[in-house]
């Protein structure tokens, strides 16, 4: 039996519609929800991730503003525009695009900008509002795997969830909004011995470690849940995720694409958590 597909791509769209309709009712009361994201230097991929997020705010009436500063930037300098952008009251959210260059300190810039600005989720105070289940900005990557769970009503509650990867942006976030919801997790990374003897006894699998071909079917058991979060680049240009599709497509119950699947859905948090700023609702 193949697998029912959970097609991000469709779900992200769906999403942006419903966005449009509340962006429209926000502006009749005055209020335009401002995204700023800053890039710093010229990373590639990061380039790419930024105008995702510029076209999609785009679409639904988000204004967004893209700066651009070069990867020589003083930590001093980026915190100081960080602060600024606080101080900005038309200014509702703040995304500093990562990795950032090694000369700043990543940790120091989250935590600079205004919790209730914080629309990737990574602030420690949000992080702790995740953690204790009050609502909050959550990240985007976990916010739109859960969203994309609930859209098919695949239960959680007394599910084995196993991740592999703890990332604090990914792996780490996402096991805990699953233990919110009365899931069973446990967490696989790359010291994690005999990585199978977990994985096959996974209902739900979020495969977080950007590498193709990391999990095939020998990993999964029948009728599981598979998620893939990878977004791997190859040779001839193409993306793949870090699940080996075309054997674990067989064995599962649901996966997810790549492309199609989870990427859009993140973007589509981004702004949902936007709105949620601009509402005032953190
Ligand atoms: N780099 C890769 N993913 C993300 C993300 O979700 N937010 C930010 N700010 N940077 C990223």
């Not at 996402?174 to 899931?183: F, K, R, V």
């Not at 599962?252 to 702004?271: C, E």
Request: net charge negative; with cysteine.
């Amino acid at each position: 039996m193949s697998a029912e597909l959970i097609n991000g791509r469709d779900l992200a769209q769906e999403l942006r519609n419903q966005m449009k309709d509340e962006v429209i009712a926000l502006k009749k009361d005055g209020v335009t929800p401002h995204l700023t994201v800053v890039l710093v230097g010229d990373n590639p991929a990061s380039r790419s991730y930024v105008k995702g997020k510029e076209k999609a705010s785009a679409e639904v009436g988000i204004q967004s503003k893209v700066i651009e500063l070069p990867g020589t930037v003083s930590e001093e300098e980026l915190l100081q525009l960080i602060n600024e952008l606080n101080d900005n009251n038309s200014v509702h959210g703040i995304l500093v695009q990562l990795p950032l260059p090694k000369h700043i300190q990543e940790q120091k810039v989250i935590e600079t900008i205004s919790p209730s600005k914080d629309v990737d989720g990574f602030h420690p105070v949000n992080i702790g509002r995740m953690m204790t289940g009050q609502d909050t900005f959550l990240p985007c990557t976990p916010f739109g795997i859960m969203t994309m769970l609930h859209s098919k009503d695949i239960s959680i509650e007394g599910k084995h969830a196993v991740i592999i990867g703890r990332s604090n942006i990914v792996g780490k976030p996402i096991g805990q909004l699953l233990l919110n919801e009365n899931a069973t997790v446990t967490y696989c990374h790359s010291k994690t011995k005999n990585l199978k003897e977990f994985t096959t006894k996974a209902d739900i699998l979020i495969v977080a470690v950007g590498r193709p071909n990391v999990i095939n079917e020998e990993h999964v058991k029948e009728g599981s849940v598979v998620i893939d979060v990878g977004i791997n680049r190859l040779q001839d240009g193409s993306l793949t995720g870090d699940v080996d599709f075309d054997s674990v497509v067989e064995k599962a119950s649901h996966i997810t694409p790549v492309p199609r699947g989870v990427g859009p859905m993140t973007i589509a948090m981004l702004l949902h958590n936007t709105i949620k700023a601009a509402k005032g609702l953190t």
